[in-house]
């Protein structure tokens, strides 16, 4: 198993405030900083949390082995949390105003409690930090396209640092114990990411001969493997960068005849297809869109046809809390994006197209694994991240926001489905 490198207590250098403004900037949080230090005291008791102090003393005593917040700039970290809430907690992060020598279990606890953060006495806090999200985010053609590529552009060769030799970003399904559990390790990775794809394929009934459409190219493992079966194969991508490495991927593997990857928005799809699949991109579709996702879905399959899709769930109530405010996530990692419920999924189909819902099944504590295997490679690759030209607050940002989902799905609040759709006989 991988190990994670040290961190550095905080960032190396002073966060580039032309690109982190944020991250640069120590807001001027007036009376918002103590009341965030008092809502550290009272969330770490609840929780159970150890907070530290730079100079070795305790804020909040805990018992052995609990988790451990270590503050590095107090004042700096209850100014970025008085002005921004969690927000501020992930820029707090990324500037090195924290740290932890457990990220993951630390924001696991938190993650299990995330109805009841804040407590009830201090839930009026709510209102100064439920940012809207910005209307520039909105996931029009235009929007939608601007969105992809500020993340999926970024880099393939920062990707292929952390990916396996597949080149999957999405959930992998691992062989379980007797107990259930994933057995999981980076020499597994790239079957389970195979594992995963062929499930989906097997449920969406994929043969040779099959029309398949594909929405969400990645970097074209699915499209390979539905090819291999003699599919053929349209997938639609909004990325630049993954269009050419896929192109590239699907001509060396002899499969140009049978695979056309095209620069395409979802709702631009054209023909008919006897297979519709889609693995984690209805989370980047964004609420107001579901329905033209989900009518698109229903307009190009064809009589008898199937929908595969994998999607990242979160319950109802806190979707429903969370849809209209701007978070760390929005911000920083996949603006414009929702993650939807297995409720909203249904609501919608059912409202807008002639499908419904008729399988599913989770497997939420594979994708932990996943992005543990994932966060570990990163941190072995951290100096060639920096060589590719990404800095510190970015290798920060990555490496919370990996460690945020990996503790996401640790403790249940997430989780991670494969559903098929089919129209009503």
């Known amino acids: 198993m991988s190990q994670t490198l040290p961190r550095p207590r905080t960032a190396t250098a002073a966060p580039d405030s032309g690109r982190w403004p944020d991250v640069a900037r120590v807001p001027a949080a007036g009376l918002r900083a103590p009341l965030a230090r008092r ?3 009272q969330v770490a008791r609840r929780l159970g949390l150890q907070v530290e102090l730079p100079d070795g003393g305790i804020l909040v005593a805990a018992a ?8 590095n700039h107090p004042d700096a970290f209850f100014r970025r949390v008085g002005a921004g809430g969690l927000i501020g907690f992930g820029e707090a992060y990324q500037a090195g105003d924290w740290d932890s020598p457990d990220l993951v279990g630390l924001l696991t606890v938190m993650a299990g409690s995330m109805d009841t953060l804040v407590p009830p006495s201090l839930q009026w806090l709510r209102r100064w930090y439920a940012l809207h999200r910005p209307t520039d985010q909105l996931n029009t053609p235009e929007g939608a396209r601007r969105n992809i590529q500020r993340h999926y552009d970024l880099s393939n060769e920062l990707f292929a640092l952390f990916l396996d030799p597949t080149m999957t970003y999405s959930a992998a399904l691992f062989v379980t114990d007797d107990h259930g559990l994933p057995l999981a390790g980076w020499e597994l990775l790239e079957q389970a990411q ?3 794809i062929d499930r989906l394929l097997d449920l969406a009934e994929v043969g040779a001969g099959t029309r398949v459409l594909e929405i969400g190219t990645g970097w074209g493992e699915l499209a390979l493997r ?3 079966r003699g599919a053929q194969v349209v997938t639609l991508t909004l990325s630049g960068e993954q269009q050419q490495l896929a192109q590239q991927r699907v001509s060396a593997a002899g499969y140009g005849d049978r695979v056309s990857v095209r620069l395409c928005d979802y709702r631009s799809a054209e023909g008919s297809y006897d297979a519709v699949l889609s693995v984690e991109m209805v989370e980047a579709v964004g609420r107001a869109f579901w329905p033209h996702y989900f009518s698109t879905l229903d307009r190009v399959l064809a ?3 199937r929908a595969a899709l994998q ?3 979160m319950p109802h109530e806190r979707m429903l809390a969370s849809e209209q405010t701007h978070t760390w996530i929005g911000k920083y990692i996949f603006p414009g994006g929702l993650l939807p419920s297995t409720e909203a999924i249904e609501q919608t189909v059912s409202a807008h197209t002639s499908l419904r819902l008729t399988g599913r099944q989770g497997f939420g504590a594979h994708y932990a694994e996943t992005l543990r295997l994932w966060r570990e490679r990163f941190a072995e ?3 060639h991240v920096h060589a590719l030209g990404f800095d510190e607050v970015f290798g920060r940002m990555w490496e919370f926001y990996l460690a945020y989902s990996e503790a996401g799905f640790r403790s249940g609040y997430l989780d991670v489905q494969q559903l098929l759709l089919t129209r009503e006989s």
């Open 39 to 41: 809502l550290l005291r």
């Open 64 to 71: 052995a082995g609990a988790p451990v917040l270590r503050l």
């Open 194 to 196: 195979h594992r995963k």
């Open 226 to 228: 539905a090819a291999r």
């Open 303 to 305: 009589p008898g046809g």
């Open 311 to 313: 999607a990242i769930t």
């Open 381 to 383: 690759h951290r100096p």
